[in-house]
């Protein structure tokens, strides 16, 4: 296999300007092995330079690595060179800007890269004091009034990723067009070498009132549990059990293993605790020490998972199961008048039902946070499945795994002085509800360019019937298949983070007779429809 000259010819102009050692050597190495013509450097160079990384959900995202469409320094620098064009442009010139990072390889670097673009473009750069989860970012942008923030991270991808998330400067994550606006910025950023760079960003020294906030959201006064708590090899443990303590949570043990940052997450095939596995460690821990109440942290601490014990072992609740749960406690301890709780529309129907019950508002929004904090006035919770809880909205525009931790502490030890547990709450919403069953199937690519089509021809090609109910089509977005039928969902997209196609199944079944049987009825039937789906998905 040739290397077209074309390729090449970008391949040199990026070395060129590439500012930094370390990744001019890199891809000049991989550009002489595919000159010489080893067809595997062709297509590893093809990949490295096809086109530049862009904002998905959650901002850049991708591999730490030499080139255009990877996550290194000459790509940080041109990028916020964008981010500040776009500030300019909103009027924001002279304003604060908000520069944090978690432990991942290349994040300090990176961080630092973002500050000094910002520092020559005219703000005034606020870093944080090192390694701290992304929410402590987004709160600090509303705190010191920040008009943007950035936070290196590519939160519970695999280890070889980093990412950059942008937040406006109402503290939640850019919307459009404020990505195109950036993109458009970014494509027309002088090379990497030639972006003006200055020093002059400060630290926050204090960023206690993020602990401070967090410690005052219980409203029970039980405090009698015993929680175990893993941050994954993230950044999240110290500040989680300041927090956890704070609120007078005070026996609290962290899963020695993965207790420390690790940019290598070596106890974990993927840091994610959705996956299979993830928590492994986890429960064995709570079981061992007998606890009330695992949690799980994602590395960048936005997500939280909560594990209970189930009978004689333990399992961990599915993100749905947590967001109704936690979503329940807060209505039924707010003080807010006409209040608003939001989830999206790949999460579990049953938020809408609880919310009816408590007499409040229920917004369904498409996936991501950056629309779920503006789904509307009042709002005081919201969550997606994929283990994203908002539980503070105005304070942190965000999700945030830490104060969503602690409020399940809360809802778990006024339970617990009860007699009572979480499944106890999950089982009395089913009988009210509907016995409300979810799951996903995947279909994992090696590009990202491939997610699309297929989503496509399930779009032009529907199933006419799912789990014997006769389903319509019901797209919410261009890029989203929603089929829907009675006591049927299914909901097909493209992953906003990962070359992935994930597919959202729920079933729900009304309790006619008893609980056991219209849960064996809901599992029976989510099972059936699995089948079916992974047929359609070709998995």
Request: proline letters at 7%; glycine letters at 8%; aromatic letters at 4%.
């Amino acid at each position: 296999m040739s290397l077209p000259s074309e390729l090449r010819d970008r391949a040199f102009r990026w070395i060129a300007d590439d500012p930094d050692t370390a990744t001019r050597t890199e891809l000049q190495q991989i550009t002489a092995r595919a000159m010489g013509g080893d067809p595997a450097a062709v297509d590893e160079l093809a990949d490295r330079m096809n086109g530049t990384l862009t904002f998905g959900t959650a901002g850049l995202r991708g591999p730490v690595r030499a080139g255009s469409n990877g996550m290194n320094r000459a790509v940080v620098l041109r990028a916020t060179y964008g981010v500040a064009v776009w500030l300019k442009h909103k009027g924001h010139l002279g304003g604060t800007v908000i520069v944090g990072r978690d432990a991942r390889h290349g994040s300090a670097e990176f961080a630092e890269a973002a500050a000094l673009v910002l520092t020559a473009a005219g703000f005034v750069v606020r870093t944080m004091p090192g390694p701290l989860p992304t929410p402590m970012t987004a709160f600090h942008v509303r705190a010191l009034g920040a008009v943007a923030g950035i936070q290196v991270t590519a939160s519970h991808n695999p280890p070889a990723d980093n990412g950059y998330k942008v937040y406006a400067a109402d503290g939640a994550q850019i919307v459009p067009p404020d990505d195109t606006l950036i993109e458009t910025a970014i494509q027309s950023a002088p090379p990497a070498m030639s972006v003006p760079t200055a020093p002059g960003a400060s630290p926050i020294d204090d960023v206690s009132a993020y602990v401070k906030r967090i410690a005052a959201l219980p409203r029970g006064t039980a405090r009698e549990l015993r929680v175990v708590l893993t941050p994954m090899h993230g950044v999240g443990g110290e500040t989680a059990v300041e927090a956890l303590r704070a609120a007078g949570f005070t026996d609290v043990r962290l899963v020695e293993a993965q207790a420390e940052p690790d940019p290598d997450f070596p106890t974990v095939t993927f840091p994610n605790p959705e996956e299979p596995g993830a928590a492994d460690l986890l429960l064995a821990y709570a079981s061992e020490v007998d606890a009330d109440l695992a949690i799980a942290l994602d590395p960048d601490a936005d997500r939280c998972a909560l594990g209970v014990r189930d009978g004689a072992g333990w399992r961990m609740l599915r993100g749905d199961e947590t967001g109704v749960l936690l979503g329940s406690h807060l209505l039924s301890t707010v003080d807010y008048p006409d209040p608003l709780v939001a989830s999206t529309i790949v999460s579990s129907s049953m938020l809408s039902l609880v919310a009816a019950a408590h007499g409040a508002r229920h917004v369904e929004t498409l996936t991501g946070f950056k629309w779920l904090m503006r789904a509307g006035e009042g709002l005081v919770f919201a969550y997606e499945e994929a283990l994203g809880l908002s539980v503070d909205p105005d304070f942190v525009r965000d999700k945030d795994g830490i104060s969503a931790a602690v409020v399940a502490c809360d809802m778990a030890a006024t339970l617990k002085a009860a007699g009572r547990t979480l499944l106890d709450v999950l089982d009395d919403l089913s009988v009210r509800h509907g016995v409300h069953l979810t799951d996903q199937v995947s279909l994992r690519f090696d590009d990202v360019s491939a997610t699309a089509p297929l989503v496509a021809s399930l779009r032009a090609t529907p199933p006419a019937v799912l789990a014997g109910a006769a389903v319509t089509q019901d797209n919410p977005a261009p890029d989203i298949v929603r089929l829907r039928g009675e006591g049927v969902r299914v909901v097909v997209r493209p992953s906003g983070t990962e070359p992935k196609v994930k597919a959202y199944l729920e079933v729900m079944v009304p309790v006619t007779e008893t609980l056991a049987s219209a849960r064996t009825a809901a599992e029976n039937r989510l099972a059936e429809l699995r089948e079916e789906v992974k047929a359609l998905l070709k998995v």
